[in-house]
Nanobody, 116 residues
């Protein structure tokens, strides 16, 4: 499985960005999600969505971010609204099997910077 992410950039506080990630390979059953990481800290879950549409969000982004996926396109999106400086991070797309935790794949990461 290969993941191609896009959509990061620089935005002011309160602005919006939309991240996209397309998966290739046999990932139709996988949970797809977004994680983020800042230097010196562990990578953390932002949001994830199952093929059936079950969604999990980090508490810090609830009400501001929306994750969605188009199964026919093997693509997951993250709409980020009301961005804050603390959302600044490298965002990584992830695709993982719900049956085998060893089958977890990462995209290349895309920088999101929110200026105050």
């Amino acid at each position: 499985v290969q993941l191609q992410a896009s959509g990061g950039g620089l935005v002011q506080t309160g602005g919006s960005l939309r991240l996209s990630c397309e998966a290739s390979g046999d990932s139709r059953m996988n949970i797809m999600g977004w994680y983020r990481q800042v230097p010196g800290k562990q990578r953390e879950l932002v949001a994830e969505i199952t093929r059936g549409g079950t969604i999990k969000y980090a508490d810090s982004v609830k009400g501001r971010f929306t994750i969605s996926r188009v199964n026919a396109r093997n693509t997951v999106y993250l709409q980020m609204n009301s961005l804050r400086p603390e959302d600044t991070a490298v965002y990584y797309c992830n695709s993982k099997s719900p049956f085998d935790s060893r089958r977890s794949y990462w995209g290349q990461g895309t920088q999101v910077t929110v200026s105050s």
